[in-house]
């Protein structure tokens, strides 16, 4: 079975500093993984998605992930973060069918 | 592109009263729409997938007389809460697909408040 855990509730950070987001997926076979955002009252906007490729993938607003094979990981980073990413942070995964898991969420809050 | 609109927002009415939910595909046909829920600092949890034309599929757990789901059209699908009551109250999001390949993303509307007092 499929699942998704994303380490860290709540993750906090400076404005300019880096931001990484973890998360970690089970499959059983090479799956689709996606990191979407949630604005509060809002639906949620696809960030970037892995499927099959390049293991560096880059996405909007300065977000990238690399999937890790090895390490079942699809960890989110970004740079230099803004006061706009604060914001709930999903991490996703497919594996057949229209079925998308979604880890609990990560709220990033950023300080100024 | 890829605009998905749901309506209302927010919702607030009496337990036993049942309440509908549009989810609109705004500039590209939805072949595939899903409805889910969301509590509060949960994450989201698929509640049913239909495709146009067809009755919906059904997660387990998901009471299928009681979350009516209709999908008659290529741009608009709609979620009937019937008899709702107070652990109705949730957040609805819907999303859509332009086709039914799986491999297509899906566009995720902006979610619907549902308090039931």
Known sequence: ?112 | GAVVSQHPSWVICKSGTSVKIECRSLDFQATTMFWYRQFPKQSLMLMATSNEGSKATYEQGVEKDKFLINHASLTLSTLTVTSAHPEDSSFYICSARSDRSSNQPQHFGDGTRLSIL
Request: charged fraction near 15%; aromatic fraction near 12%.
């Open chain 1, 1 to 112: 079975a499929q699942s998704v855990t994303q380490l860290g509730s709540h993750v906090s950070v400076s404005e300019g500093a880096l931001v990484l987001l973890r998360c970690n997926y089970s499959s059983s076979v090479p799956p689709y993984l996606f990191w979407y955002v949630q604005y509060p009252n809002q639906g949620l906007q696809l960030l970037l998605k892995y499927t099959t490729g390049a293991t560096l993938v880059k996405g909007i607003n300065g977000f990238e992930a690399e999937f890790k094979k090895s390490e079942t990981s699809f960890h989110l980073t970004k740079p230099s973060a803004h006061m706009s990413d604060a914001a709930e942070y999903f991490c996703a995964v497919k594996q057949y069918g229209d079925k998308i898991i979604f880890g609990k969420g990560t709220r990033l809050h950023i300080l100024p």
